[in-house]
């Protein structure tokens, strides 16, 4: 699996630490998923000039799936600027209902300091997992998780 990581810019003005996605009580597994709160696995942003630095990125979720660790830069999601943590929310929330799950973004490495092209086609999977009553009893309960398939990530050239 080809993996990368974003390099923040080197003239960053402003940094604050924000937190844009609720965190699930199962940190291995998505919670179940709503139209309106897309989780693309990224605990958490620092907001730079141009884009978000990711500060967790948790697996099973589709910002792994891509490839994409602590310290990467996302700049670009869907053709939009990504200024804001709530920016990818919504625009998740546009790729898996108008896009057909068909995601773009444009990412730095911070390794090489290049420009990538990330595309994926994220889909929802359902699956069962058996969860503990309060009593210890068990049951079988049906959840849903977006997976980021067919990743393919392409140097961006100047």
């Known amino acids: 699996m080809f ?10 003005l402003t940094t604050s630490t924000v937190f844009a996605l609720p965190l699930p009580t199962d940190p291995t597994l998505p919670g179940p998923m709503t139209p309106d709160q897309p989780r693309l696995g990224v605990r958490g942003f620092v907001a730079q000039n141009g884009g978000l630095q990711i500060v967790d990125v948790l697996d099973n979720y589709p910002a792994k ?6 310290g990467d830069v996302i700049l670009t999601m869907d053709g939009t600027v990504v200024a ?9 929330d546009r790729v898996m209902t ?4 068909q995601l773009t973004m444009v990412v730095r490495n911070h390794r090489d300091g290049k420009f990538y092209n990330i595309n994926a086609n994220l889909v929802t999977i359902q699956y069962n997992a058996v969860v503990q009553s309060a009593n210890g009893a ?21």
């Open 138 to 158: 068990q049951k079988q309960v049906l959840k849903q998780k977006i997976q980021a398939q067919n990743v393919q990530v392409k140097p961006i050239r100047k």
């Open 3 to 12: 993996r990368i990581t974003m390099l923040i810019a080197v003239l960053t």
């Open 84 to 92: 804001q943590p709530n920016d990818i929310n919504a625009l998740l």
């Open 65 to 70: 799936d891509a490839g994409l660790e602590v």
């Open 98 to 101: 108008d896009k057909q799950g």
